[in-house]
Every structure is written in structure tokens, then in C-alpha cells.
């Protein structure tokens, strides 16, 4: 993709929807923490599900802690590997209680001290709860990036970086909800909706079948 494109797509995205938020549900700081960490390989859909539930008896790290291991399964069992969530959840609760005091902090190396919480969620935290221009590279962004030419390259990191250089400063707090909305649902892993796609002119991507006219 062109530099001088980079503001047009954007703009064009922020058009469409000013006000971009995660699609996972939380009231505070600590439930978005939780759900980010249980969200790994599972749609947002079947977090929201079960945090429904869960953080209407339990939504603070020491409430988790009461529930113990089994009960906070109970509660999760529903989404992808739950056991290990739970373990890690359990975890980085004892560590917001013993050395935060139940505060999530928003320090980028305090939230990669937490089990379970590596660079994307940590970044999707000071993303969405602190308004920092962070970057959380999950599979939608990383196909994006590569895709549309916007930001090329082989790790999630280099791909991180690209954008974090490339994208404009007025977009760059909101633009990781707009390419992960758009590479969920336009922008889609195996057959992308090009036809339908508003950003199409600034894209590198050239699909097999042409465009209707």
C-alpha cells in the first residue's frame, strides 16, 4: 500500500464507524483483562457467553480467587482450552492481589508478568482500557497487514511495528478495532468480500475473480 493512501484508508474506516470498541463485553478494567485472557482461540461470542455468568458472581481478581480452581471452570468450561485459561486466570488474580492490590496495572511489563497474558492481550489492555496507541496483532490484523500491504511481514511483532510507524497518529488509538472488525467480517480469511469492501481502492490485494462493475 502507498504512504499517501494510508490516510484514506483509515479515513474511510472511521467514516463507517466513528467509535470503534472490542466486541468483548466488561464494566471494568479487570473484566476486560479476564475476557482478552480467556479469548485466546475462541470467538468473542462464546466469551461473552460465559463471562455473562461468571462476572455476575465474580468480577473482581479476589472474587475469582473465592470461586477456586474448580468452580472458576464451571464457569468457563464452555470456551477452548478452559483448563489451562483457568489455571492462568487463577494466577494472575493471586499476583493482582498480592502485588497490585487487586489493581490491574498499566505498565506493559506488569501485564506480561501476569500468566496467561502475553504481548496481545497486555496491548489490547492499554489499548482499550487506558486509550494508549497500542497494537495487538491477532490473526485478523496479521492478515491484514500482509494483504492489503499496509503492513507486511513474517511475526506478529514485525508486522506490530510496520503499523504502529505507518498509521497516521489520529488513527492510530482506534485502528486496532477497525482492522480487526474488518478482517472479521469483510476482510475474511479464505474468501475476502472485495466487492463490498470500502477501503478496496487503497489495497494491494487483487482478487482472483474481478469486481462486479
Known sequence: MKTESIASFFATLKAANPLPVTE????????????????????????????????????????????????????????????????HLMEACRMLVEQHGSVVPRSREALEALPGVGRKTANVVLNSAFGEATMAVDTHIFRLGNRT?????????????????RIPPEYLVDAHHWLILHGRYVCVARKPMCWQCAVAPYCDFRPKTPLPA
Open 149 to 165: 500491504g499496509l503492513a507486511p511481514g513474517k511475526t506478529p511483532l514485525e508486522v506490530e511495528l510496520k503499523l504502529l510507524k
Open 24 to 87: 468483548l463485553e466488561y464494566t471494568s478494567v479487570f473484566e476486560l483483562l479476564a475476557a482478552v485472557l480467556l479469548s485466546a482461540q475462541a470467538t468473542d461470542v462464546s466469551v461473552n457467553k460465559a463471562t455473562r455468568k461468571l462476572f455476575s458472581v465474580a468480577n473482581t481478581p479476589q472474587k475469582i480467587l473465592d470461586l477456586g480452581i474448580e468452580g472458576l471452570e464451571a464457569y468457563i468450561k464452555t470456551i477452548g482450552l478452559y483448563r489451562s485459561k483457568a489455571k
